[in-house]
């Protein structure tokens, strides 16, 4: 289950790479970050096929989901100054509540 957790992880962490990487291709006119952001996204999808064969995939996605607004919204802040209302700041983070909820009766149930 562990090794099922880190392919989840490591797909977040593509997806959000890449849709980081989004706004620097500029419309995707610069090859370079081009490049990047489209292994990322399919190495994203790629890590996903070994989790959804473990894990129902209304979970993975919502967690894959989740986190990934989570921490793109956390990565436009600090890098494109990008800034959020108290409202959406308490969304995010019911989201990201909502995800432990539901990973942690997922996985007793398993």
Do not use: D, H, R
Request: with cysteine; proline share 3%; net charge positive.
């Amino acid at each position: 289950m562990l090794k099922t957790y880190l392919f989840l992880i490591g797909a977040i962490f593509c997806e959000v790479a890449g849709t980081m990487l989004l706004p620097v291709s500029q419309n995707f006119t610069k090859f370079i970050p081009t490049i990047f952001l489209t292994i990322f996204y399919l190495t994203a999808f790629y890590l996903l096929t070994f989790v959804v064969n473990k894990l129902p995939i209304a979970i993975v996605y919502a967690t894959w989901s989740g986190l990934g607004i989570f921490t793109i919204a956390i990565l436009g802040y600090i890098f494109f100054k990008q800034t959020l209302g108290w409202q959406a700041i308490i969304g995010l983070f019911l989201i990201v509540i909502g995800v432990v909820l539901v990973n942690t009766f997922t996985i007793k149930l398993n």
